[in-house]
Nanobody, 122 residues
Framework: QVQLQESGPGLVKPSQTLSLTCTVSGGSITTTYSYWIWIRQPPGKGLEWMGAIAYSGSTYYSPSLKSRTSISRDTSKNQLTLQLNSVTPEDTAVYYC??????????????WGQGTQVTVSL
């Protein structure tokens, strides 16, 4: 059973870089057709897809966040990392690490971390 656990600072100052780690257990981040995604939910708003890293190492980003976002991985630790630069209070959200599996040309979002609250404030 795959489990995802997000970790990182709960408070970040404006203009700084937010860095979160997702530790995956029970499965490999290089498993074929697995995609590892960062999604966030600001308070009172819907889910926002931020970006993903595929089993192959290819990365994909939301156009609205692409200039500030970087997703990487450490296969030896089975971990993913999200970096979001130049944060503002509008980046305050619960951040989720999610696995999607490509099956018959459909992405199934089949495993979610519990989420971690990040607040951007002085």
């Amino acid at each position: 059973q795959v489990q995802l656990q997000e970790s990182g600072p709960g408070l970040v100052k404006p203009s700084q870089t937010l860095s979160l780690t997702c530790t995956v257990s029970g499965g490999s981040i290089t498993t074929t057709y697995s995609y590892w995604i960062w999604i966030r939910q600001p308070p009172g708003k819907g889910l926002e897809w931020m970006g993903a890293i595929a089993y192959s190492g290819s990365t994909y980003y939301s156009p609205s966040l692409k200039s500030r976002t970087s997703i990487s991985r450490d296969t030896s630790k089975n971990q993913l990392t999200l970096q979001l630069n130049s944060v503002t209070p509008e980046d305050t959200a619960v951040y989720y690490c999610v696995r999607a599996t490509l099956t018959s040309a459909i992405f199934e979002y089949d495993c979610w971390g519990q989420g971690t609250q990040v607040t951007v404030s002085l």
